[in-house]
């Protein structure tokens, strides 16, 4: 593909993170705007986003049947038009002052709509970058999307920090949330014109001109490619609950523990952003060099061993040290996305390959990215033990190890991965 092709649709996930990740970096904002507030408004926002994510693999799967059967562009143009709407229409949302309950009701419908059209985002994006670069770069090429994806979310956790510092807490309440989501949208509006000019995918360009582009996407990547499915969702759950609980709910914990007050807690997440986006590529290309098996071994096992330590640190250390805590959890949560998005992608041929995608990879990340940060929360609030979404991290890095040290390389090989009928 052209490199214009390449690039657009690799900036593109900026925008989808970004939309995506803001609700989570000011949850405690928007649990007293939309909650009410109060001792369980924190409570309802993140099981509001836990919900809302379960609708991110029906959107996959729908999503990854038009890309399958009618073209990657189609897929990434039909969701971006679709994340452009809910992301205004929650810029505009009247709030629980205005309308009392209705407000968080209203917040839930059009979070379930923002995870429907992310559901078929990222993996479109992925897949079209994989079967776009060259095979040698693949890893890195297609670590530029998670990379790129990190910027978006440091560009939530920054303008966030702006927002929240830059305001007082009545001003803020009132209209000042609305800014990061007027902004979102706006982004999003502009990536949907730049999509509107890139090429198809040479993969699906072959299936077409070989008559193999399936009738029935779904059946066929469930018939053919099970063992597939089940190792992309493993490698999706280490990189879910590394990024969701590693990443992207650190600051609502550092607030709900006391350890710093939302200013200075978004101000941390977003130094730690910077130190993702900064690793992301490097992994990628670690993984062009050495293989994909080493690299996702290799965090695994620090995902077993660091997690515990560093929450303590973060609830309880100076703030230097737990500076430090978020930037090790950050690197390893961009670290398991920059390789496992690849990886992911390599386990299936062309032919169904956003369909297998949706069964395995996205389906973990409704489980081990939409549900971990409220079980975090429970669990610190309940027992009181500050390591405990660590400890999450640890037995889930633990349990996907067995499965990484089975995994068949994927790196350089000529068509990605083409099992035949795996079982």
């Not at 890893?139 to 920054?158: D, H, N, Q, R, Y």
């Not at 990536?191 to 072959?206: C, G, H, K, M, N």
Request: one cysteine or more.
């Amino acid at each position: 593909m052209s490199r214009r092709s390449i690039v657009v649709a690799t900036l593109s996930t900026v925008v989808e993170w970004y939309d995506f990740t803001l609700y989570l970096y000011l949850a405690t904002v928007l649990s007293r705007t939309f909650f009410g507030g109060g001792a369980g408004a924190l409570d309802d926002a993140l099981v509001g986003f836990a919900i809302a994510y379960l609708m991110r693999p029906l959107g996959a799967i729908l999503f990854g049947h038009i890309g399958d059967r009618y073209g990657r562009r189609v897929t990434m143009l039909l969701s971006m038009a679709l994340m452009t709407a809910a992301m205004l229409a929650t810029a505009l949302l009247p709030t629980y002052a205005q309308v009392g309950p209705w407000a968080g009701w209203m917040l839930l419908f059009l979070r379930c709509v923002m995870a429907f059209s992310v559901g078929g985002e990222y993996t479109g994006v992925v897949a079209y970058l994989m079967e776009g670069a060259p095979r040698h770069r693949r890893g890195l090429v297609t670590s530029l999307a998670a990379a790129a994806s990190e910027i978006g979310g440091l560009l939530a956790v920054a303008l966030s920090a702006i927002t929240v510092a830059s305001l007082d807490q009545a001003s803020l309440d009132a209209w000042g949330w609305r800014v990061p989501f007027f902004v979102g949208a706006a982004l999003a509006a502009m990536v949907l014109l730049a999509r509107s000019t890139i090429e198809e995918s040479p993969d699906f360009l072959q299936q077409q001109a070989k008559g193999s582009v399936p009738r029935n996407p779904l059946r066929h990547s469930l018939t053919h490619h099970r063992a597939a499915i089940a190792r992309g969702f493993a490698i999706s759950a280490l990189g879910s609950i590394t990024y969701y609980v590693g990443i992207v709910y650190v600051p609502s914990f550092l607030t709900s523990t006391k350890a710093m007050d939302e200013s200075m807690a978004l101000q941390l997440s977003t130094i730690a952003a910077v130190a993702v986006v900064l690793i992301t590529p490097l992994v990628g290309l670690l993984a062009d060099r050495i293989g994909r098996k080493p690299v996702l071994v290799a965090l695994a096992v620090i995902g077993t061993l660091l997690p515990v330590l560093m929450f303590s640190i973060m609830a309880n250390g100076p703030y230097a040290l737990a500076l430090g805590g978020a930037i090790l959890l950050a690197c390893l949560g961009g670290g398991v996305s920059a390789v496992g998005a690849v990886t992911t992608a390599e386990q299936f041929p062309g032919e169904g390959r956003l369909s297998g995608l949706a069964f395995g990879a996205t389906s973990a990340t409704a489980i081990f990215g939409g549900l971990t940060p409220y079980l975090s929360h429970m669990l610190v609030s309940r027992t009181g033990w500050m390591p405990a979404p660590g400890a999450m991290i640890a037995i889930v890095a633990l349990c996907v190890l067995p499965v990484l040290l089975r995994l068949p390389e994927t790196a350089g090989r000529k068509r990605a991965c083409n099992f035949q009928s795996e079982t």
